[in-house]
């Protein structure tokens, strides 16, 4: 543990943004878990567009927050896109 006074001040910091970055990307995950879901069950067309939408919503956002890298947030809607055409 840090003995220096700046480097508690980082530490308890990091924590905070660490905490906050997990609650980020799990819901990232959840939306997108619904929307793999959702096509999964080749539910109607105009719900399956709903869920991905909001599956890029929150990718965009964790994007936003610093959260994942934008490439990699590209990369997934991408992937998630080409499952709802494939299945459609």
Do not use: P
Request: glycine residues 2%.
């Amino acid at each position: 543990m840090a003995n220096i006074k700046s480097a508690k001040k980082r530490a308890a910091l990091s924590e905070v943004r660490r905490l906050r970055n997990r609650a980020v990307r799990s819901t990232v995950h959840t939306a997108v878990r619904r929307f793999e879901r959702a096509v999964a069950n080749s539910d109607a067309a105009a719900d399956n567009v709903a869920t991905l939408r909001e599956a890029c919503r929150q990718l965009d956002r964790a994007v936003t927050r610093g959260v994942m890298h934008r490439n990699t947030a590209a990369r997934k809607k991408s992937r998630l896109a080409k499952k709802l055409t494939q299945h459609a």
